[in-house]
């Protein structure tokens, strides 16, 4: 059973098997065989999604789930070790290819139940072939260092073993013998390996000489796997193409030595299952390295049998134009995946959804032992994370840390500070979530353009905001970036996503003690609206009004549409203009002013008697009813607090009482006050009823 997750049923289930079970063939956290789906060619499965869907942690479940029970191998692509070389090491004998390749090797050979090391002949004299390229310069103790990691591959014994140790301290000099003071060390180094793997007689010794013949098919060598493995070095050498080249020859060695591994009776009979590859950012160098020549090799027909889970950041890649598509719900009993003829066919394109609302409630009530939680809070988290399960996660997390010292809302949450590691000090809830979520630079100019509602406002703001050379250059290379790493796009709105855009213009707010660039930012885009009469720019200038705290200017602009215009239009400006952002003022500590969020008692009509509607002559019953309303729509759609039963039934009350005034709207309105606050509070957003076939648009 899967113990860390939740809403990945689909990837770990046992009972009918899930997609996991069904690929490997075995149960996860088992060493139990399970029915095989594809017996023979296996899809390359890429879990696809943008930042904080959890892909990261499934490859870990994953490892976790066959670990010790089959071989299986996690690398990230964006570890600093596939950045570049070690600093003493030539980078015309290093690449992310062959880094990743001797990692997912050494982890691959680990013993498993019933089983012992599995050895990396093909694979290490490839590598020892390309790591001889570096090294001209004699460094005997550096020579020393890396060929030992190679030569250690191959063994098949414990890595502590005398033998083991004896046999690749032998090599190691005799590699270190065959080098002269001057010239080219390739050829020698490559002599002295193919002899080393020649000698003895025993079963180990015969495996290593059929690994170095294999390179006898290298293209050009003919026959002669001295040649071919002297070609290998220099392709690999010369960059480009050719090193790309080289490095499809040794996947395919690492890929040859496992099907070696299951070769045979009994090697199968201690074998269960498959071995399981894990490759997180596949969109990396190191990650694109391994996929491609797998996919490319799967297309040319030559098998193999291991199992590929990669992690994608965004839905696309153009190494998987031709992937098949699924949901992750859709391969819960199976696939339905069958290949075509390009290598990217060879792939499966597998998106993880976000949580549901049940998980959501699982993750955040498993937090409250020894306090009482708001019932609203599970559904809130929701419907501010969307169902992220990074965000879910901390904002349990933090309210588990947080609940118990007075936190009251998922605004304090966020602001408080939450320790993820024990050995370290907290930080705010919402810049542990950004660090994770938008990393890469740009976090400060993206924090700006969050308040912006399409690129032409966008670039108003950067304009005025930002610095001269950000530009409209600027803007669009954040659009693409945003489109790259898989965050969804929404009408009206810069970024999105409306987890991400929460958690940006809190940081705005928070920029500084005094607020002053939330208060420029504001007011630049109401400049970039304008005064025009066009109903769209108005409606944007008083959702901005509002995010400063001046509500007069959208209740009088709300009051006067209601008798004139069409119903449904009418509510959906009334929604967009009442999710402008509530952050209201803080001390530099970040403590509120005033202690109270105001909104509530004005929705609840507490402070009617102080807001006589200007100017005179105003229908006053309808002014405090807007003015209502609009507090109302704006504290319960808000996704940083928890919404108020109470200003949800008086959200009703409005509504109805507002159907009355409008005979022609009646049903619409009627619909809302029905839907909406059931809606608020279970946090859903509020929907627009549709038009009746009545008649009943105004």
Request: hydrophobic letters at 40%; one cysteine or more; glycine letters at 10%.
């Amino acid at each position: 059973m899967h113990r860390g997750l939740h809403g990945r049923g689909a990837l770990f289930d046992i009972d009918p098997p899930g997609l996991a079970p069904r690929l490997v063939g075995l149960r996860p956290y088992q060493h139990r065989a399970s029915p095989y789906e594809h017996p023979k060619e296996l899809p390359f499965v890429v879990f696809a999604g943008g930042r904080g869907l959890g892909k990261s942690a499934v490859l870990r479940e994953l490892r976790d789930a066959y670990r010790g029970h089959t071989p299986v191998a996690l690398i990230d692509g964006e570890e600093r070790q596939f950045t570049g070389p070690p600093p003493e090491r030539p980078a015309e004998a290093w690449s992310p290819v062959g880094q990743a390749l001797t990692t997912v090797a050494e982890q691959l050979a680990e013993p498993v139940t019933g089983a012992g090391r599995i050895g990396f002949p093909r694979l290490a004299s490839g590598l020892l072939a390309v790591a001889a390229g570096g090294w001209s310069d004699r460094d005997v103790p550096r020579i020393r260092q890396e060929a030992e990691r190679i030569l250690l591959l191959n063994e098949t014994g414990s890595r502590l073993s005398g033998f083991a140790g004896r046999w690749v301290s032998k090599v190691i000099a005799k590699l270190v013998a065959s080098m002269s003071s001057t010239g080219p060390v390739v050829e020698p180094i490559i002599e002295a390996t193919l002899e080393a793997f020649a000698e003895g007689i025993a079963p180990a010794h015969r495996r290593l000489r059929r690994a170095a013949a294999w390179y006898r098919d290298y293209p050009n060598a003919g026959g002669n796997p001295k040649l071919g493995l002297i070609l290998l070095s220099a392709h690999f050498r010369a960059g480009g193409d050719s090193r790309t080249h080289a490095e499809l020859y040794l996947v395919r060695a690492l890929l040859a030595d496992l099907d070696d591994a299951y070769a045979g009776v009994m090697q199968r009979s201690h074998r269960l299952g498959r071995p399981v590859v894990l490759i997180d950012n596949v969109q990396d160098p190191a990650g694109l390295g391994l996929m491609e020549p797998v996919l490319r090799d799967r297309a040319d027909g030559i098998a193999d049998q291991v199992v590929f889970f990669a992690a994608l950041r965004g839905y696309a890649h153009p190494a998987l134009r031709n992937a098949g598509r699924r949901a992750l719900p859709e391969v819960a009993r199976h696939t339905g995946w069958t290949p075509g003829t390009s290598p990217s066919s060879r792939a499966l394109l597998v998106a993880l959804p976000p949580l549901t609302p049940d998980d959501t409630l699982h993750l955040v009530g498993g937090t409250a032992q020894g306090f009482d939680m708001p019932p609203q809070l599970p559904h809130a988290t929701h419907r501010l994370s969307g169902g992220s399960p990074l965000g879910v996660t901390l904002l349990a997390e933090s309210a588990r840390q947080n609940l118990p010292q007075g936190s009251a809302s998922l605004g304090q949450m966020l602001t408080a500070d939450v320790a993820v590691h024990e050995d370290h000090d907290g930080r705010p809830t919402y810049q542990e979530l950004l660090d994770r979520l938008v990393p890469g630079g740009r976090l400060d100019e993206l924090t700006v353009l969050a308040a912006a509602h399409d690129r032409d406002s966008a670039c108003a703001l950067a304009e005025v905001q930002l610095s001269d050379d950000f530009g409209a250059s600027g803007v669009l290379d954040l659009e693409e970036r945003l489109a790259e790493e898989g965050w969804a796009t929404a009408d009206g709105q810069f970024v999105g996503d409306p987890f991400l855009r929460a958690l940006l213009l809190l940081r705005l707010h928070h920029s500084d003690p005094d607020h002053a660039r939330w208060r420029a930012v504001h007011r630049a885009l109401i400049d970039h609206y304008g005064d025009g009469d066009q109903a769209d720019r108005g409606r944007y200038r008083l959702h901005h009004e509002l995010a400063l705290g001046k509500a007069d200017l959208a209740v009088a602009y709300l009051r006067e549409a209601f008798p004139v215009s069409e119903t449904r239009g009418w509510l959906s400006t009334l929604v967009f203009i009442a999710s402008a952002p509530y952050y209201h003022a803080h001390d530099p500590e970040g403590r509120d002013f005033a202690g109270h969020d105001h909104r509530a008692a004005i929705a609840l009509g507490r402070t009617d008697a102080a807001q006589p509607p200007q100017p005179d002559g105003v229908d006053a019953v309808l002014h405090l009813r807007v003015r209502r309303l609009l507090h109302a729509v704006w504290q319960l759609t808000d996704p940083l607090v928890l919404p108020d039963p109470k200003v949800s039934d008086r959200l009703r009350f409005e509504l109805e009482q507002l159907s009355n005034l409008r005979p022609a709207g009646n049903p619409l309105l009627w619909r809302a006050s029905r839907e909406w606050p059931s809606d608020a509070l279970a946090g859903r957003p509020l929907r627009i009823p549709a038009d009746d076939e009545d008649g009943s648009q105004g």
